[in-house]
C-alpha cells in the first residue's frame, strides 16, 4: 500500500434530495462539520476566513488549522488544512443540482505534500490506521452519507 503523495486526491459522492443552497449552507459552516466527521469533534471560526479544529481518534488527539480558499455559494466551498509549518491538505465540496429536487454533492480531500513519516507512524501506533488511503475513503464515504441525512432532515 503506497503512501499518500503529494497531489493524490480519494473523492466520495452522493446523491441528495436538497437544493444546493441547503447542501452549501451545511459544508460552508464549519462549526457543524462534528456532525458528519468521524474525526473532528470541535471546529470554530477564529477569523471570517481561518477557523481552528479539535480532532480525535482513538488514542489520537490533534488540533488544526485552517484557511478557506474558494467559497461559491451553491457550488463549492473549499479549506486547507495548515499542518507542519504548511499546507498540508485541500478539503473541497462540489455542489451540482442533478435536476429540481436532487443534488450531487462530493467530498475530496487532496494531498498538498507528501504523508510524512512521523505522521504515518502517529497514524500507525496512535490510531490504528494502517493504509490511510483506505481509511480516509472509509470516512469521506460515512461523511457524504451524513452530510445527506442532514440535508434530507431538513436540520
Known amino acids: 500500500?503506497?503512501?499518500?503523495?503529494?497531489?493524490?486526491?480519494?473523492?466520495?459522492?452522493?446523491s441528495v434530495r436538497a437544493h444546493p443552497d441547503e447542501i452549501y449552507a451545511i459544508v460552508a459552516d464549519i462549526t457543524r462539520t462534528p456532525q458528519w466527521s468521524p474525526e473532528t469533534v470541535r471546529a470554530e471560526w477564529l477569523t471570517a476566513t481561518r477557523f481552528q479544529a479539535w480532532n480525535r481518534r482513538r488514542l489520537g488527539r490533534w488540533r488544526t488549522a485552517a484557511e478557506v480558499v474558494e467559497v461559491h455559494p451553491g457550488r463549492s466551498f473549499s479549506y486547507v488544512v495548515e499542518a507542519m509549518g504548511g499546507e498540508w491538505t485541500r478539503w473541497t465540496y462540489t455542489i451540482e443540482p442533478l435536476s429540481e429536487d436532487e443534488t450531487r454533492l462530493t467530498e475530496t480531500c487532496r494531498m498538498c505534500v507528501d504523508l510524512a513519516i512521523p505522521v504515518v507512524l502517529f497514524e500507525r501506533l496512535a490510531l490504528f490506521v494502517w493504509d490511510r488511503r483506505t481509511d480516509l475513503q472509509e470516512n469521506l464515504d460515512a461523511s457524504v452519507r451524513r452530510i445527506k441525512a442532514i440535508a434530507e432532515s431538513g436540520h
Open 1 to 14: 500500500m503506497p503512501l499518500l503523495r503529494k497531489d493524490d486526491a480519494i473523492s466520495a459522492s452522493i
